[in-house]
Structures are given as C-alpha cells and as structure tokens.
C-alpha cells in the first residue's frame, strides 16, 4: 500500500477490489542533484596566533553556503570563502536546488605565541665597568635572540644576558614556531669621573 520513490518519475498506483480497478491521478517526484562541497586552504592550516588562513569552497551557479566550525554554524559565514583565525575542524555546506552536501573537515591548528618580557634585576642605571642581568620570560621549549639598539648579540641564546654596555636591549623568543618581540629596556652605562 506505499512505495518508497527513489527516482524521478510519474507516479501512479493502481487498486483492485472486487474485480473493480481504479488508477490514481499522477505524482511527478522530481530528484535534484546534490552539488559537490570541497575546501581548498590557501595557504598552511597551522600557524601562528594572530595569523589567518583563507579556507575556500567550490563554486558554482546557484550554490549558497554556510560555514561551520567543529560542527557550529559560523554567524555570517554565508560566502564561498572564509578567513579562519580560530583553531578547529572547518566544513562548509553547500545548497544548490534545496539539495545539500557537507565537506569533509579541515583541521586549522593555531599555535600559541610565546610571551616575551624582560626584568632587569638589578638597577639599569650603572657606573662603567658594571652591569645588570636581564632575564626573560621562560617557558617549556622557549628559546632566545638576544637583541642590542636592534642589532643581534652574537651568542646571546640563553633566557639571560648580562649587559655591561649601555643601549636598548630586546629578546626575541620563539616556540612551536612562532616568535615574539619583548618592550625595550634601556641600560645607561655612566662614565667614572677621574680623581685627581
């Protein structure tokens, strides 16, 4: 008494009862065609905090979109193209003739970046033939630039410098792949006065 319509078509049915037959009014089932959804990056899906990848669907006439992050609608994520910043697994669904497809995922992974800061311990103000030890923040995998008015210190890798000489000093810090610059300290180096 029902049939489970798979394919385009008319369709009628015919009852018997008694000897007697009656055959129904057509139905016309019309079967869309579901669009392909596919993501293509346009550039590394791992990068740096503050960084972005552009993810971008396939195109088509008629196509709609909407984007979705582990899952979630993303609110105005409604173009072919969208700028990801967030860590997760992007799909995007696409529409075309109320037939729908979803892509399969793709992983964005932000790295977070290192804090970069430097504390002076000790004065930064000192006679000549002195010095200050700068330390910076210290993290699991940091590892360290040693900068002075700009220009890099040769040898300078470790989480401390010692700074005999007056300037602006910075450490860059960089882990997982990304780096960060620390605010400047400056040293001033006084000059001893002779005695005579």
Aim: glycine share 14%; proline share 2%; with cysteine.
């Amino acid at each position: 008494s029902s049939y489970s319509a798979t394919s385009a078509g008319s369709y009628t049915v015919t009852i018997t009862s008694n000897g007697c037959t009656t055959t129904s009014s057509a139905v016309s089932v019309t079967v869309g065609t579901a669009p392909s959804a596919t993501i293509t990056a346009g550039g590394s899906t791992t990068f740096c905090s503050g960084a972005s990848v552009t993810l971008s669907a396939n195109t088509g006439t008629g196509l709609t979109y909407q984007w979705r992050r582990n899952g979630t609608a993303i609110t105005g994520g409604t173009s072919s193209n969208y700028a990801a910043t967030q860590a997760g697994t992007y799909t995007v669904v696409i529409t075309s003739g109320g037939c729908s497809t979803t892509s399969a995922g793709t992983t964005v992974t932000v790295n977070a970046s290192p804090t970069a800061s430097i504390t002076a311990n000790g004065a930064t103000a000192f006679c000549s033939g002195g010095s200050v030890v700068l330390n910076a923040a210290t993290g699991t995998g940091y590892t360290y630039g040693w900068r002075r008015n700009g220009a890099v210190i040769s040898g300078a890798t470790a989480s401390s410098y010692t700074a005999s000489q007056a300037g602006s000093y910075t450490v860059v810090v960089s882990a997982s792949g990304c780096s960060a610059t620390s605010a400047a300290v400056q040293v001033t180096v006084g000059s001893a006065p002779s005695a005579t």
